[in-house]
């Protein structure tokens, strides 16, 4: 591998904060403030980030203690099962699978987002005149130039990076810097503009779709599956571990970039809420441009829809890297499609990253028929639901390896794991059950994650001396 190709502590933790402070802190305050109280909000962010940290920890341990299963947390899932078995690879083929789709619907989760606040500067990308009608389906105007933006957002980060990983996780460091001194300003803003009539009652019933109210404690359950979205990516650094100069980067960089997002987001959310009254936070498809606005006017909207272009720019730029990583590097264990082996003259994933936009490009179609609101809220639940397998999966290794007292010379060490990968587990377990409650999510998903079973046969077509080295059967 060039050396333009490997990435150093700050660059990992750049792609940490950048991939998970994208779309998320500009959208989720409108989303959990629908499902929940202000007081059921700030709960579901303290049990998703202390979940998430268990989590974190359980990436990081991995990392040093296993460098060689390099990709992601999917790729554990083989490791869970007899080395070269066939359950093995199908289970390691199948989490990388779902864990690739995931990233795929995250992707435009972000572009989309990054439409609405363009959007603050060319207000026509939400005109809703009507271009033609054909039969049931009518296309609007502002629907088809949204399409537009997002198509030349994903494909002129797909050139970008074709240029070399080193120069695009800078260009990713840059933004997601610009994005965390601009949340700053925003904290500081919102520390004077906060009212507190406006999360007044702080703890309140909500009602359900059927009528029914919905408690405190159902509110956080709701909450907690959108606010696990705002921490998607923290394995990013883990996926990139084989390209980091030294292992112990890739654990830093995951806890460092944790505690930044976590201060982030629970700051931002808080401020945001008392910014705005419940109900116009609810019906918002900028939230943090309109919060800022009652404060400094249009121009404030303007400063900060532009630190959030800036943001979302990165965050797409992180996100398309990470996407064409996962199924390469899952197929250098064997674990997926030979033909995203396939590299450019700079080492990159070419195929991989040819592959993933165009799927991608299949998303984005989301954008003619809905909102942008819409299409980001149907795209998080069914990536979300793609993630918790690979991180169920990865704390499940971690108890493995405990269990085994694989890797392990201290007692006292292998304990603290143990703590850890039960509590990781635990949180996981919790969110797949709130997660899957919903049959049309759950059946989304599955369909999402069954659809690879099309392509599994693929696996055996891979060169006889690949299968040799992962031990893969015939």
């Given amino acids: 591998m060039g050396?333009?190709?490997?990435?150093?502590?700050?660059?990992?933790?750049?792609?940490?904060?950048?991939?998970?402070?994208?779309?998320?802190?500009?959208?989720?305050?409108?989303?959990?403030?629908?499902a929940a109280s202000p007081a059921g909000v700030i709960g579901a962010w303290i049990l998703t980030g202390f979940g998430v940290l268990m989590t974190a920890l359980v990436f990081g341990n991995l990392a040093l203690r296993k460098p060689n299963l390099s990709g992601g947390p999917q790729i554990y899932a083989k490791e869970?099962?007899?080395?070269?078995?066939?359950?093995?690879?199908?289970?390691?083929?199948?989490?990388?699978w779902g864990y690739w789709i995931g990233n795929l619907a995250g992707n435009i989760a972000i572009i989309t987002t990054f439409a609405g606040y363009l959007s603050t500067f060319f207000p026509v990308l939400t005109n809703k005149a009507v271009l033609f009608s054909i039969g049931s389906f009518t296309l609007k105007v502002g629907n088809a130039l949204t399409f537009l933006v997002c198509t030349l957002l994903l494909w002129g980060t797909h050139f970008i990076i074709l240029r070399g990983l080193e120069n695009a996780g800078k260009l990713n460091f840059a933004a997601t810097s610009a994005k965390v001194i601009g949340f700053l300003l925003f904290i500081l803003v919102g520390l004077f503009a906060f009212q507190k009539a406006n999360i007044v009652p702080?703890?309140?019933?909500r009602v359900g779709e059927n009528g029914e109210t919905i408690g405190l404690f159902r509110q956080i359950n709701n909450a907690a599956l959108s606010t696990l979205w705002a921490f998607i990516g923290v394995e990013s650094a883990v996926v990139f571990a084989s390209r980091a100069k030294k292992k112990i980067d890739v654990k830093r960089a995951t806890i460092l970039g944790l505690f930044i997002a976590l201060a982030i987001y629970i700051g931002i959310s808080t401020l945001v809420m008392g910014m705005l009254s419940q109900k116009a936070l609810i019906h918002s498809e900028k939230p943090l441009i309109d919060a800022i606005q009652t404060v400094l006017g249009p121009i404030g909207g303007k400063l900060l829809a532009g630190i959030g272009l800036i943001s979302l720019f990165g965050s797409t730029l992180g996100w398309v890297m990470l996407s064409a990583e996962v199924p390469y590097q899952?197929?250098?264990?064997?674990?997926?499609?030979?033909?995203?082996?396939?590299?450019?003259?700079?080492?990159?994933?070419?195929?991989?990253?040819?592959?993933?936009?165009?799927?991608?490009?299949?998303?984005?179609?989301?954008?003619?028929?809905?909102?942008?609101?819409?299409a980001f809220d149907f795209v998080i639940y069914i990536a979300t639901l793609s993630y918790l397998v690979p991180y169920f999966i990865s704390s499940v290794f971690q108890l493995k390896l405990v269990v085994t007292g694989e890797t392990y010379?201290?007692?006292?060490?292998?304990?603290?794991?143990?703590?850890?990968?039960?509590?990781s587990t635990l949180y996981s377990t919790f969110v797949i059950v709130a997660g899957t409650a919903d049959i049309k999510t759950f059946t989304f998903g599955m369909l999402l994650l069954a659809s690879g079973i099309l392509f599994y046969k693929q696996l055996n077509k891979q060169p006889a001396a690949s299968r040799a080295k992962n031990k893969i059967p015939a």
């Fill in 330 to 374: 899952a197929a250098k264990q064997g674990l997926f499609i030979p033909a995203f082996l396939k590299e450019n003259k700079n080492g990159l994933p070419v195929f991989s990253l040819i592959v993933t936009n165009l799927l991608g490009q299949l998303f984005i179609f989301s954008t003619i028929s809905n909102s942008i609101s819409a």
């Fill in 202 to 205: 702080f703890v309140a019933p």
């Fill in 409 to 423: 010379t201290n007692r006292r060490s292998r304990m603290v794991d143990g703590v850890i990968a039960v509590l």
């Fill in 80 to 96: 869970l099962f007899k080395p070269g078995s066939k359950t093995s690879i199908l289970s390691g083929f199948m989490a990388s």
């Fill in 3 to 34: 050396k333009n190709n490997q990435l150093g502590l700050w660059i990992l933790t750049a792609l940490v904060v950048g991939n998970m402070v994208g779309s998320g802190i500009f959208m989720l305050p409108r989303t959990l403030s629908e």
